[in-house]
């Protein structure tokens, strides 16, 4: 049950603190044989999918940020987001991996940041060649269809590197850009609740590691607050919307989630919004605030 309006305990299931050392130090590596690091973020909750100790992994290798899922976040907010990391000195790209949206943006984005690198290379008398990146990102923001959509769904592999083990690999994705694809890597630690929440939202922590019921009605009040006409909308209801499990109610009446007797069916309610929440079919939506960008 909820303990309150706004929180809810989502337990750290994810990395123990070893797997995350191990993590680390893979990408460490590995940084040496990559122009670029790739940044993967929900572009609806680009905050809450970013891992807060990436930034010091990184160091100084050229970073550049993908918003993917970008066709399920609010336009205006993704722009804002594309200004915030212009502010940080960050390139940051929205892109639709499914549908290919902004994927030619993003490997000439990649191209630029890995330019001075490659055209070094030459002037030390190299021989010209792709730009090389490493994606990193928390599971389920679409790393697999990111790369099967720039590679056109015929991943080439290239020849091993020195120093690249047999468990990653070089792809080939187009004449431009070569990916190392690694494991998937760098799940946050969930200190932050808000953020892990955002995560259930969103689908990108299982189903089964929280009480999927509170975290239904958390996303309810939360889109009732901020976007009630997109249930309105899907649901068919009327403002001012019920709150809390009498909105839950209501929407299982409407899309006839019901058991012998007119009973709520409360499970397939849940799943129902869910579904339509994290398909967009409640609209585009965006989680996390933009923070504000310090004047010059």
């Known amino acids: 049950m909820m303990q309150n309006d706004n929180v809810i305990d989502i337990p750290s299931l994810q990395w123990y603190p070893g797997h995350m050392r191990k993590a680390e130090r893979l990408v460490q590596e590995n940084l040496k044989s990559v122009d670029v690091v790739v940044e993967l973020l929900d572009a609806r909750i680009p905050m809450s999918s970013a891992n807060p100790v990436l930034r010091e992994i990184v160091g100084g290798k050229p970073r550049l940020i993908v918003l993917n899922k970008a066709d399920l976040a609010d336009e205006y907010v993704t722009r804002a987001w594309v200004k915030y990391y212009a502010a940080e000195g960050l390139s940051a790209v929205p892109v639709d991996a499914v549908k290919g949206k902004g994927t030619k943006e993003l490997v000439q984005a990649i ?40 590679s056109g769904g015929t991943k080439t592999k290239v020849e091993n590197r020195p120093g690249v083990t047999r468990a990653k690999q070089w792809i080939r994705l187009g004449a431009q850009l070569e990916l190392l694809d690694m494991p998937g890597i760098l799940w946050p630690k969930f200190e932050d609740q808000q953020a892990a929440l955002h995560l259930a939202f969103t689908g990108a922590i299982n189903d089964n590691v929280y009480d999927v019921g509170s975290v239904v009605l958390l996303l309810l009040n939360r889109l009732r607050e901020d976007t009630p006409q997109s249930l309105c909308t ?63």
Not at 115 to 144: E, F, Y
Not at 145 to 150: A, E, G, K, P, T
Not at 245 to 273: F, H, M, N, P, T
């Open 234 to 296: 899907r649901y068919r209801l009327d403002e001012p919307l019920p709150e809390g499990i009498e909105l839950l109610d209501a929407i299982g009446r409407k899309r006839g989630c019901l058991r012998a007797g007119g009973k709520i069916d409360y499970e397939k309610s849940e799943q129902v919004i869910l579904s339509d929440f994290r398909s967009g079919r409640l609209g585009r939506i965006s989680l996390d605030a933009v923070p504000c960008i310090p004047s010059v």
């Open 111 to 150: 191209a630029r940041c890995a330019k001075p690198k490659t055209d070094k290379l030459v002037q030390h008398g190299a021989k010209p060649r792709a730009a090389r990146c490493m994606i990193l990102g928390i599971p389920n923001v679409g790393k697999s269809s990111l790369i099967n959509r720039l």
